[in-house]
């Protein structure tokens, strides 16, 4: 059991242990119910520090591969069998509080300020350019690279669309995948995303929730072959999907040969110290659709988003609704790129996420 560990790899140590077991976990390599090596054999036969390994296992906790048993070591507690079996036992959803402190969401205004100012001097006369259908090169190649460093998502930027928000961008899936098409969400769920699915004359059939996701029973039962969802933090139940719940998922698009609509609304901003793997990059079939935006990350009034097709739908999305121009600014997705580009991004979702960490140790 000698894991290879690259130590010239621009990837964290501890990242690389994660992906390594994850998929051995996945794979059925350690079954549910085994117990993962110790953290001290697996950092010697690794070769990599205790606290390496044991950031590698808190990972695969937060994101509900194992969970750690006192006294006892960790345990794997993602099954397959979990998406596959029929029988659902009745649970309550636990109400998830996550207190914040005044103003700990918000983008610092001067960070803010100094990069917009730094836009009109170093682009001149470029902001008044028109954008690209698809969006600024700069903005898309920028979300390219981080989507890549904070979740393993290799997508290139002809698959990023940029658009004024999400509601924008639920219209223009409903116009590239049909409106004839049943489209399944969750319920309860985000209010808009139903309104403007019905808005756009899709029919919509709510999923109720379970404590981990929608109901294995309620995925069977559906005709949609759409499902629309939000893995993490997903409002206003504040329940995230487990791992195994987040491959059912991917399960059912295959065998509906349909598409999951992933909307990562707030799943940058977990507590954990690595950002949520999204269902985007556990897909193997290019049939999930991920949305997010900065309405959340930055401001309520940055009213820019940004979809990631699968490949095979960017020539089908040229061809028939490539006419379409883009609804962001220009001015706006070049402030935004420098924002990604130069750290500043990722800096203040690495400040509120301590700061989340910090309040919900103290609650």
């Given at each position: 059991?000698?894991?290879?560990?690259?130590?010239?790899?621009?990837?964290?140590?501890?990242?690389?242990?994660?992906?390594?077991?994850?998929?051995?976990?996945?794979?059925?390599?350690?079954?549910?119910?085994?117990?993962?090596?110790?953290?001290r054999m697996?950092?010697?036969?690794?070769?990599?520090s205790?606290?390496?390994?044991?950031?590698?296992?808190?990972?695969?906790c937060?994101?509900?591969?194992?969970?750690?048993?006192?006294?006892?070591?960790?345990?794997?507690?993602?099954?397959e069998s979990?998406?596959?079996?029929s029988a659902?036992?009745?649970?309550?959803?636990?109400?998830?509080?996550?207190?914040?402190?005044?103003?700990?969401?918000?983008?610092?205004?001067?960070?803010?300020?100094?990069?917009?100012?730094r836009?009109?001097?170093?682009?001149?006369?470029?902001?008044?350019?028109?954008?690209?259908?698809?969006?600024?090169?700069?903005?898309?190649?920028?979300?390219?690279?981080?989507?890549?460093?904070?979740?393993?998502?290799?997508v290139?930027?002809e698959?990023?669309?940029?658009?004024?928000?999400?509601?924008?961008?639920?219209?223009?899936?409903?116009q590239?995948?049909?409106?004839?098409r049943?489209?399944?969400?969750?319920?309860?769920?985000?209010?808009?995303i139903?309104?403007?699915?019905?808005?756009?004359?899709?029919?919509?059939?709510?999923?109720?929730?379970?404590?981990?996701?929608?109901?294995?029973?309620e995925?069977?039962?559906?005709?949609?072959?759409?499902?629309?969802?939000t893995?993490?933090?997903s409002?206003?139940?504040?329940?995230?999907?487990?791992?195994?719940k987040?491959?059912?998922?991917?399960?059912?698009?295959?065998?509906?040969?349909?598409?999951?609509?992933e909307?990562?609304?707030?799943?940058e901003?977990?507590?954990?110290?690595?950002?949520e793997?999204?269902?985007f990059?556990?897909?193997?079939s290019?049939?999930v659709i991920?949305?997010?935006?900065?309405?959340?990350?930055?401001?309520p009034?940055?009213?820019?988003?940004y979809?990631?097709?699968p490949?095979?739908l960017?020539e089908?999305?040229?061809?028939?609704?490539?006419?379409?121009?883009?609804?962001?600014?220009?001015?706006?997705?070049?402030?935004?790129?420098?924002l990604i580009?130069?750290?500043?991004?990722?800096?203040?979702?690495?400040?509120?996420?301590?700061?989340?960490?910090?309040?919900?140790?103290?609650?």
């Amino acid at each position: 059991m000698k894991y290879f560990i690259d130590k010239n790899s621009s990837q964290s140590a501890y990242i690389q242990l994660y992906h390594i077991l994850r998929n051995d976990i996945v794979s059925g390599a350690f079954p549910f119910g085994s117990k993962l090596p110790s953290k001290r054999m697996m950092a010697e036969e690794s070769d990599i520090s205790v606290i390496t390994v044991e950031h590698a296992y808190s990972i695969l906790c937060d994101e509900g591969y194992a969970e750690a048993r006192q006294r006892s070591g960790y345990f794997v507690i993602y099954k397959e069998s979990d998406f596959i079996s029929s029988a659902e036992t009745a649970a309550t959803v636990s109400e998830i509080s996550d207190i914040a402190v005044s103003g700990e969401n918000g983008f610092p205004f001067s960070v803010l300020a100094k990069t917009m100012r730094r836009v009109l001097n170093d682009y001149g006369d470029s902001i008044m350019v028109k954008s690209h259908n698809f969006g600024c090169l700069q903005l898309r190649s920028a979300i390219s690279a981080y989507l890549a460093r904070s979740n393993g998502m290799k997508v290139k930027p002809e698959q990023i669309i940029i658009g004024a928000g999400a509601e924008y961008l639920y219209s223009l899936i409903v116009q590239l995948l049909g409106k004839n098409r049943i489209f399944a969400l969750e319920n309860p769920s985000y209010s808009q995303i139903k309104s403007v699915y019905r808005a756009n004359g899709v029919k919509c059939d709510m999923l109720e929730m379970g404590p981990d996701g929608i109901r294995t029973s309620e995925l069977k039962r559906t005709g949609a072959t759409v499902l629309h969802v939000t893995p993490f933090n997903s409002y206003p139940s504040g329940i995230t999907a487990r791992a195994s719940k987040r491959y059912e998922y991917l399960q059912w698009a295959k065998d509906k040969n349909g598409y999951i609509i992933e909307d990562n609304f707030d799943s940058e901003l977990t507590v954990s110290t690595k950002s949520e793997d999204t269902v985007f990059s556990l897909s193997d079939s290019g049939n999930v659709i991920y949305i997010n935006t900065f309405s959340h990350t930055i401001a309520p009034s940055m009213r820019a988003g940004y979809m990631v097709l699968p490949q095979e739908l960017v020539e089908k999305f040229h061809r028939q609704l490539g006419f379409y121009s883009c609804t962001v600014p220009v001015f706006e997705q070049y402030v935004l790129a420098e924002l990604i580009n130069n750290g500043d991004f990722e800096r203040n979702i690495n400040r509120i996420r301590r700061l989340r960490r910090k309040n919900r140790q103290n609650i």
